[in-house]
């Protein structure tokens, strides 16, 4: 694990240990933002499933966190970039990202799935649409948010 700071308020943990995690808040910071089909458990096993995990803290409290999805070396994948709605606008999303994508260097491919409306703050930070990208609908909301009108 490693300890960083994003600024002098907010603690950041890249890599923690992942049983020092408070699950249910996180689930809470999701439904937050509005993706409100997850499980703390689940939410948990995916974390432990994942290559990179960070997690920032204000006053020990989980503020925002994301994670990367990998196999170690060809593909890695972006995933759960959250911040509490009380702290955007403040360089969070912007340095999760950062953070993450820099321990990605030597990967072959490195990508996300942006929320619907995030498109402008990915390509603001130099992030291209990819065109031979492609997603199995698992059922109409994702049909209609993250696919082109055929």
């Not at 996180?26 to 089909?37: E, M």
């Not at 997850?38 to 990179?52: D, G, M, N, P, Y």
């Amino acid at each position: 694990m490693t300890t960083t700071m994003v600024n002098p308020t907010y603690p950041t943990q890249i890599n923690p240990d992942l049983a020092s995690i408070d699950w249910a808040h996180v689930l809470h910071l999701f439904q937050k933002i509005n993706w409100k089909h997850r499980v703390a458990t689940e939410i948990e096993s995916a974390f432990k499933l994942s290559t990179h995990t960070l997690f920032i803290y204000h006053e020990e409290v989980i503020i925002a966190f994301g994670r990367v999805v990998g196999d170690g070396r060809y593909y890695a994948m972006l995933a759960d970039v959250v911040v509490d709605p009380d702290y955007q606008g403040q360089g969070l999303g912007k340095y999760i990202v950062t953070t993450l994508n820099n321990q990605l260097d030597n990967y072959h491919f490195v990508n996300l799935s942006a929320a619907p409306g995030a498109d402008d703050f990915y390509k603001g930070m130099g992030w291209k649409k990819q065109t031979t990208a492609f997603i199995w609908p698992q059922g109409p909301k994702q049909l209609r948010q993250h696919c082109e009108k055929d």
